[in-house]
């Protein structure tokens, strides 16, 4: 099993950046595959980016395609989520999740508690 914590989230205006973090302590950290969603008010939680167990391969929802990047560092036991061009849209709580299993990408097993993400027009 592993804990999951994001940070980085807060209030940013519209075409700013921010960077999300998650940590997940532990000694098996790259053994799990990470992804990224989120939920916005009155909308169902929705997929936004994965990457493998190295980073090497990622996938992204097309709606944050080309302004968000998913990135990890098996060595901080740290998965990123960099959002570029953020648009009021992008308002959220973000949360971080891993599987160690095979599955659909959007299918994962531990969730963080979330971060809000708030873009302001």
């Known amino acids: 099993q592993v804990q999951l914590v994001e940070s980085g989230g807060g209030l940013v205006q519209a075409g700013g950046s921010l960077r999300l973090s998650c940590a997940a302590p532990?000694?098996?950290?790259?053994?799990?595959?990470m992804g990224w969603f989120r939920q916005a008010p009155g909308k169902e939680r929705e997929f936004v980016a994965t990457?493998?167990?190295?980073?090497?391969?990622?996938y992204y929802a097309d709606s944050v395609k080309g302004r968000f990047t998913i990135s990890r560092d098996n060595a901080k036991n740290t998965v990123n989520l960099q959002m570029n061009s953020l648009t009021p849209e992008d308002t959220a709580v973000y949360y971080c999740?891993?599987?160690?299993?095979?599955?659909?990408?959007?299918?994962?097993?531990?969730w963080g508690p979330g971060t809000q993400v708030t873009v302001s027009s």
């Open positions: 999740a891993a599987r160690e299993r095979i599955a659909s990408i959007y299918e994962y097993d531990y």
């Open positions: 532990g000694r098996t950290f790259s053994r799990y595959i």
């Open positions: 990457c493998t167990r190295s980073g090497g391969i990622t």
